[in-house]
């Protein structure tokens, strides 16, 4: 069974058992004023007080104010007036449910338990021409208090608790809500894609994915969206009802964590490498950039999460899956981080833009009139992926401290985001710097151009230990060493090629990375002589 709760102006059951003592337990005139004042701070916390608190808070008023002030200072008339006001707004606010089904004054204040002629008392302020008498409207007012008493306060007292926010549901359920959020984002993704041409919900001709939409839907919103008429709910309207009411969820200390959980795991359409191979098939193995088509399919997806700063988090999740994952959804992910870092670029560009511009307040700006300004600025990048450009780039990932990690620890699909990486960072690196990073990278991640000759690890005990052949060749290490550059003179003297009188300039392109220290390449083929020690 489900437990309604609402939001009160007071802070805690505690606050509200002390204002009802103050107006029934302990009635006196300071108590009284003390609870009137607190009615006052709750009218000021919600304008739209319920019923038998704004009746009490009027009927108090004016009770208060009768007995704090004498006779010469207020009138007889203009206190019959208050109370007259005050008794009327009581009575309209306590029957007012009663007489919308129809009911009269008299029959809803005879269920309510509300005397008749207080009732009369109402007619004869509404319609006569001379107010009631002042002794018969003290006594109304007290009467109306008393019921207030049995009919609201007592009743609610045994009702009202505490709700500590954030208590209400635990883990497992905010678990679902986030995975039913995601499966929602990526739908609506998916149905806005231009290639669908989807603009309402009647238009999604996919049952299984019509179906899925609708249950997430009011999994969110408990049901609070009308899918009667398919027709008339939009997918922009959905979109629009997402970003709205989701951000509170969005921005639950798990949030992050649920919502990398549910992106990357194995069942998620975000690295599924079948739906990759539908849409991009010129890209099975993900060595290339992913074509706009495929990536416009999770547009709203990588939206939302920047919107709610989610997106840092999951970059960072996806960098430590290309870790661990070399495979086609390894570099699938590290395809996913290039893109978004590419995203997060052109948004860092626009706001420098932006800050040259006469524009400064952007949160006024229209979504829609932001993109146009930016294809107006660059458009040769109207094929790209663009995210929120009112949010700006997450300061982290533009601290050379912070990704210094993650382009110094091995990671053989580094190179497809490591200069992406190394774009945002600022104060903008030197771009010899860039491309050394990028170099290194490269070569550490390729493995296959350091070709294992052989085994064993050498030491300099080997090198002071003699050949077998070669035992009687023995010196002291105090002797000069005299080596046979014999043969390396006689090709010096074959190319004639020299810089500087002893450089030789290599004639040819040679695979310096596959020969072994203390040989040149063109020794490869040829036998070494033994050096004479």
């Known amino acids: 069974m489900s437990v309604a709760f609402q939001v009160v102006p007071w802070y805690n059951i505690q606050e509200w058992q002390q204002v009802y003592d103050k107006i029934y337990a302990q009635p006196s005139l300071a108590t009284k004023q003390e609870a ?6 709750w009218k000021a916390r919600c304008p739209s007080l319920l019923s038998g608190i704004e009746s009490t808070l009027t009927l108090l008023e004016v009770h208060v104010q009768d007995l704090t002030n004498n006779t010469e200072i207020c009138s007889d008339h203009l206190l019959r007036l208050a109370y ?14 009663d007489t919308a089904k129809g009911l009269t004054l008299f029959q809803a204040a005879k269920n309510s338990g509300i005397p008749d002629w207080i009732i009369e008392l109402r007619h004869d302020t509404a319609h006569s021409d001379r107010l009631p008498p002042l002794d018969l409207l003290r006594e109304a007012t007290l009467t109306s208090l008393e019921w207030l008493q049995k009919s609201y306060w007592d009743k609610h007292k045994e009702n009202i608790d505490n ?10 359920d905010i678990e679902d809500k986030i995975s039913a959020l995601i499966n929602f984002c990526i739908s609506l993704s998916i149905c806005s894609h231009p290639k669908c041409n989807i603009k309402h919900v009647s238009d999604i001709t996919d049952c299984t994915l019509r179906e899925s939409l609708i249950n997430d839907a009011g999994d969110l919103f408990d049901n609070g969206i009308d899918f009667t008429n398919l027709r008339l709910v939009s997918i922009n309207y959905l979109i629009e009802t997402m970003n709205s009411k989701c951000k509170k969820l969005a921005r639950n200390e798990l949030a992050s964590t649920f919502v990398n959980k549910v992106l990357l795991a194995d069942d998620s359409l975000f690295l599924s490498i079948e739906l990759h191979s539908l849409l991009d098939n010129y890209n099975s193995d993900c060595i290339k950039c992913l074509c706009k088509q495929y990536v ?19 970059v960072l999740e996806l960098i430590t899956l290309t870790h661990t994952k070399n495979d086609r959804k390894g570099r699938l992910g590290a395809q996913w981080v290039s893109i978004i870092l590419k995203a997060w670029k052109r948004n860092q560009i626009f706001m420098e833009k932006l800050y040259e511009s006469d524009i400064q307040d952007l949160s006024v700006k229209d979504k829609k009139d932001l993109y146009s300004l930016f294809y107006h600025w660059f458009p040769n990048k109207k094929k790209s992926l663009l995210i929120d450009l009112r949010k700006p780039v997450p300061k982290n990932i533009t601290d050379i401290k912070f990704i210094q990690p993650i382009i110094s620890t091995y990671n053989p699909n580094l190179t497809y985001f490591i200069q992406d990486l190394l774009d945002l960072v600022q104060p903008r690196l030197p771009k010899s710097a860039i491309n050394k990073i990028c170099r290194l990278a490269k070569i550490i991640t390729s493995p296959e151009v350091f070709p294992v000759v052989s085994s064993k690890i050498y030491t300099v005990e080997d090198i002071k ?32 090629h020299q810089k500087f009188g002893i450089w030789q300039i ?10 072994p220290i203390g040989q040149l390449p063109w020794q490869l083929s040829k036998q070494v002589q033994a050096m004479d020690i």
Do not use: P, Y
Not at 86 to 94: D, I, S, T, Y
Not at 163 to 172: I, T
């Open 36 to 41: 009137l004042n607190h009615l006052l701070v």
């Open 84 to 97: 007259s006001s005050a008794l009327m707004r009581f009575v309209n606010h306590m029957l007012d449910t």
């Open 163 to 172: 709700l500590v926010v954030g208590k209400l549901q635990d883990n497992s």
């Open 296 to 314: 416009q399919c999770f547009e709203v997806l990588l939206n939302f999460l920047h919107s709610n700063d989610l997106l840092l988090n999951f």
């Open 465 to 496: 230990t003699k050949d077998v052949s070669d035992v009687s060749n023995t010196v002291n290490e105090n002797e000069v060493l005299e080596i046979n550059t014999k043969e390396i003179e006689n090709t010096i003297a074959e190319t004639g």
């Open 506 to 515: 290599s004639t040819g392109s040679h695979a310096w990375s596959t020969c």
